[in-house]
C-alpha cells in the first residue's frame, strides 16, 4: 500500500500537468485556426473577422504587428466589386495609426538587413507613410501627414544609427583555419574577413541600409514633399532643405539632396531651352581653301547650313561654333545665379520653412 501511494500521486500531478499544458495551448490552436480561417475565407471583409479574432487571442503580443498590417492594407488598398466591397480608408488609417502608437520600430530591428517587403522591422515606418498618404488624400490634412512622415524617418534614422554603429564595433575575425587533407579546399579562409572588411567600409559611408529600407526612405522623402502642395522646380528645396537638416549625414538627407540636383537641373534645363536660336549660329570666319591654301571670306559666299547647324540650341551645343559656347555657358551661369538668388531670398525669408498652399 506504501508503495502505491506515491505512484498514485504520481498520476495525479502527470494529469495536472497535461491539463495545464492543454490549457496553455489552447489559445494558440484557436489563434491558428482563426488564421488558417482568414487564408480561406472568401472575401476580404470575412477574412479582416478572422483576423480580428485572432487578435484577440493573442492581445498585447509584438507578433501581432504583421496582422495588423495585412489588416490595415486589405482594408485601405483592397476592393471586390464581386462581393460588393470597396476600399474603408478609414478604418485602415484608424490601424495604421494603432500601429504607430502602439508598436516600438527597435523591437524588430536586425543587424543584417532585411530586404523583403513582409520583414515586420519594416512595418511601423511604411505603417506611417500609408496613413500620411490617406491623410493627404483623403483628409487633406497636409500637417498630420507631415507629422507621420516625421516618425517614418525618425525610425529610419534609429536603424540606420543602430546599424552603423553595431557594424563598426563589430572585432576583426579570423581566417577560417585549413582542415585536413582537401575538406576545406573549396572554401575561401579569408571570406569572413573579406565581409567585416565590406561591412565595415559600408559602416564608414552610411551605406547601411538594405535596398527594401532605402526604398522607404525614398518613399517618406518623396511623400514629404508632396505635403507642400504642387511645386516649381524652385521651390523643392524649401522642403528637402527641412529633412537635410533634421537629419543630416543619413540617408534622408543623401535623397533629399538629389531631390534638389534634379530640381536645379530642371531649371537649367528650361532656361536653357529658352534661349534664342541665333545666340548659337556659327560665327562667319576666315578659312584655309584646302585645295590652294588662299584665304577666303565664309561670309561672302556662306555654305549651305548642315544638319548641324539646325534644330534646337540643345543640339548645336558643341558642332562647330566658338564664341556661341561662351554665350552657353554664360546662359549656364546666368541660369545658377538666378535659381541660388530664388533659392536663397526664400530661405532667407522664410528660414526654409514653408505652409501648405491652401485649396492645393
Known sequence: MKTQIPAALGLILAAAC????RQEQAPDIAFDRELTAAEGAADRDSRVE???????????DPRNIVIEYQMAVALSQTSDPKHGESPRRKEGLAIYSRIVATYDHMVYYEKVPMNATGSPQLMVPRACIHAASIERGLNSNNDKARDYLWKAMDCLKRTFEQRKSDWLAEPKPKPIPRGVGDLFDSIN???PVQAWTERHRRAEQGDVLGSSEMTIVRAAVR??????GRQKPEDVPIAMNEIIKKYPETPMARVSREHIDRAVKMVE??????????AFAVEPRSELAP????EHDAGANPPAPSAADTGT??????QGARWPVIAVAAGILAAAAFLAI???RRCRGTNCTHSPKPGV
Open 189 to 191: 579562409p579569408d571570406a
Open 223 to 228: 511623400q514629404f514633399g508632396y505635403t507642400y
Open 18 to 21: 497535461l491539463g495545464a499544458e
Open 50 to 60: 478572422h483576423w480580428k479574432k485572432a487578435l484577440s487571442l493573442r492581445p498585447n
Open 313 to 318: 540650341p540643345r543640339k548645336m551645343i558643341g
Open 291 to 294: 585645295e590652294n591654301g588662299k
Open 269 to 278: 534645363d528650361d532656361l536653357l531651352d529658352r534661349l534664342p536660336k541665333e
Open 342 to 344: 530664388l533659392i536663397l
